[in-house]
């Protein structure tokens, strides 16, 4: 946790546009930033729907032209990329729009990077490696989880190696993000889950990271209630629109939380099998959860106590390591109820990944924020007991 004399930055879109009815502004928006041509970056569900002809409406009624790309891969890849670029350049475009979840806005991102600073997109991976702004952007949400929309990051797999990417910086951060509720109903039970899920990985992550301070503490555990409080009932009712609502709040201020304060060893862990294995980023971050809460209660068990109280365990009376263990099991408990798989094998996991995927994780950049030190052998056993 950042010291009390320690200095730290606070990053954010300029401007959020939240609640029912919220993307009606996209139009106005969009020419705040002066775009005169958008091209919207969004995935093939989406394009099927119609949504993203409806936004391209929106646009070209206030006078903003679109051109819609609908190749984003659920895990977004440097070749998604390098189209989304050739479209962008051929048909003369001076914005972007994503739309959907992390998976659109990150491959936006990675258009972004390219048509501001020219190479390929795998030249930009790290840590404030990119040396020039992106156009204008507003990054469209349509799931509650990955707060991509708000943040800094962004994550494209290598094709090459199948590891992911990571990009950190503010100057992928979208000028404009949008969480309207009501594009959110139409997304199915499990995809409610994983992503809700996605966003209380976030919010715990973020509690006990290196860099977490008072801001991101409040940011994190007012998440960490919304998802335990409203999870459920969104998953069990997509059209429940207070609960959306609830949950779009929750994955935002999970994303404040964790784009400021970084997030762990569950991140590392959880990015192997969707880069190698194309696997569920929202889904590998449930299975994994508890078991790095569980790895890291010795580092900040206090830490964990204060998540056990904001997923609504009673701790009267009980000393921090045993509240923390409770935390733990309520975090369990709730990923059971919404129905995400028990282990890593459940989704296509083998034992026979587990040496690859610990290897990529102990690089990531994720576990440089983790509140205990890790070592490589650590990975593996949460590997195998996650499976």
Known sequence: MALAD??????IPSITKMGVGAVKQLGSAAKYLGAQKALIVTDQGLVKLGVADQMKKLLEDSGIAAVIYGGAEPNPTDKNVREGVKIYKESKCDALVSLGGGSSHDCAKGIGIVVSNGGDIREYAGIDTVPKALPPFIAINTTAGTASEMTRFAVITNTDTHVKMIFATARITPAIAINDPVLMVGMPPALTAATGMDALTHAIEAYVAALANPVTDACALAAIRLVAEWLSPAVANGDNLMARDKMAYAEYLAGMAFNNAGIGIVHAM????????????????????PHGCSFNLIACPQRFADIAEAMGVDITGLMPMEAAEKGVEAIRKLSASVGIPAGLSAIGVKESDIPVLAESAFKDICCLFNPRKIRPDDIVELYKQAM
């Open 6 to 11: 320690e200095v730290f930055d606070f990053f």
């Open 270 to 289: 959880a990015h192997q099998p969707g880069a190698l294995l194309n696997k569920p980023h929202g889904v590998c971050n449930a299975i994994l959860l």
